[in-house]
């Protein structure tokens, strides 16, 4: 009996040895398979990640693969003279980067910036790589379908430290790189000041001083402001400085849009400023017949006091002249709100949307953004033009001087004291504001008339361009 039941035990031992290694040899093979198929999903992973990576190099080096030229048009010479030199040296080192690519750099003067970009646009040939300035300029262009989205070629990471992309956003995309930042600085003579029974070191500040100090210089036998009227764009550049006293840019927006006018009051305020200005025979007595480049190397020969200039002009004039004889002013103040900001806009660059080559376009554009060439920027221009990339390190311009107006024109692109053409599309200003303002100066048109035509130039171009319309109300967020 015994015997029996030890058998029966044994064998029920046995049967459960048997089925307990059953169990953990499925439980091993499932962990096993399981390890199996998560090494292979890993390899798989890797494998893929591994061949994108080398598609993506592939790609781009295939760009550079074939002999290739690059057409670049560019604006920036008149502003900052000596530019060229910079934008040589760059097409030069690309081409030393990379041999088989050439970028032949053609630069456009500002009378014909605009012109020669519609007749390429029209022909949907010429430069891979353009310029129409900035802001408005620019999305004119993005809208009538000439430019390619550089954010489609350059990656989110590169782009996030563009400063000048508060002007390049639409649609969520980034449509052009900035060349370089600039800004307008106004410089007068001091020993003009002393003549006048004016302290040197403390130029006017509010409007009412600014005229005070405007008629003792005339009385003293000087011209107070340099200006030049004849080619109309010194009217646009006298409402940089006036329009943001006033009115805020979303306001200038809502005027092109419709939803303002031109003709409220507190634009003829503007008109009215300038208007006062003009008939108290202030600006330079040759005003009405030279243009407004012509206005600077007239104050540079000593015949008017004040003058606002291109940053890199005034830097270099003030290194010429010296501080002792040339000192910096903000422009007089028409409100309660000190005026402690300067104009300032970017020359911004995009690639044409005809241009064959969009992806070498693009790295030649992310090229100009690299520390190699901002400091070349800086050495060539001797501090006096502005990388426009948070990367660039202010410090690196030595010059106390040169700095301040540095960090005056960043200071401009990050509380957004643009240019107010930035926001005014092309037609408005080419046939109201600048014919509008050369008939105010001559004493032709009322600052009421004015603010009139403007408006009614501005109706026109809503009338002419009805999906333009509905597309500048979206760029400016409103519905």
Request: charged residues 20%.
């Amino acid at each position: 009996m015994k015997r029996i039941v030890f058998s029966v035990f044994v064998s029920m031992l046995v049967i459960f040895f048997i089925m307990t290694m059953g169990l953990i040899g499925c439980k091993a093979e499932k962990e096993t398979t399981a390890a199996a198929e998560e090494t292979a999903q890993e390899t798989s992973v890797q494998t893929a990640a591994e061949t994108s990576a080398q598609a993506t190099e592939e790609t781009k080096k295939d760009i550079f693969a074939e002999p290739t030229e690059l057409t670049f048009w560019w604006y920036g010479e008149e502003d900052s003279p000596g530019f060229t030199k910079y934008v040589e040296a760059t097409c030069a080192a690309y081409n030393e980067l990379h041999p088989n690519i050439t970028v032949t750099p053609v630069h456009q003067a500002s009378d014909v910036v605009v012109p020669n970009f519609l007749a390429a646009a029209e022909a949907k040939s010429g430069p891979d790589i353009a310029t129409v300035w900035y802001g408005i300029y620019n999305f004119e262009q993005v809208w009538a379908g000439n430019v390619a989205p550089i954010s489609d070629y350059v990656d989110q990471e590169e782009l996030s430290h563009w400063i000048g992309n508060s002007l390049a956003e639409y649609d969520g995309k980034i449509w052009s790189s900035d060349l370089y930042d600039f800004s307008f600085v106004i410089l007068y003579y001091k020993d003009h000041f002393k003549d006048a029974g004016l302290d040197p070191e403390k130029p006017p500040v509010t409007w009412d001083e600014f005229m005070d100090a405007s008629k003792k210089l005339k009385a003293a036998g000087h011209d107070p402001f340099a200006a030049g009227f004849s080619s109309g764009w010194m009217f646009p550049l006298l409402t940089y400085y006036i329009y943001p006293q006033y009115l805020t840019f979303d306001q200038i927006k809502e005027c092109v849009a419709g939803e303002r006018h031109f003709d409220d009051p507190e634009f003829v305020e503007v008109w009215k400023k300038i208007a006062e200005y003009a008939q108290a025979g202030y600006f330079l007595e040759s005003a009405a017949s030279i243009d407004f480049v012509d206005s600077w190397f007239e104050w540079r020969s000593g015949n008017a006091t004040i003058c606002p200039l291109p940053s890199a002009t005034a830097i270099t004039w003030i290194e010429e002249l010296g501080t002792d004889k040339v000192g910096i002013m903000n422009f007089p103040q028409l409100t309660d709100k000190p005026v402690d900001w300067v104009p300032v806009a970017p020359v911004a660059e995009f690639i044409t949307s005809w241009s064959p080559n969009k992806e070498l376009a693009a790295d030649f554009l992310v090229y100009m953004h690299t520390e190699e060439s901002m400091n070349r920027m800086v050495d060539v221009m001797d501090g006096k033009c502005f990388p426009p990339d948070d990367r660039f390190d202010v410090n690196k311009i030595g010059n106390p001087l040169k700095r301040q107006i540095a960090e005056l024109t960043y200071s401009g692109f990050k509380n957004g004291t643009f240019f107010t053409d930035a926001v005014i599309p092309y037609a408005p200003m080419g046939e109201g504001m600048i014919p509008v303002g050369q008939l105010l100066i001559l004493g032709d048109l009322s600052p009421e008339d004015a603010a009139t035509q403007m408006e009614a130039a501005t109706v026109e171009w809503r009338n002419l361009n009805p999906e333009v319309l509905e597309t500048y109300k979206v760029w400016a967020g409103i519905k």
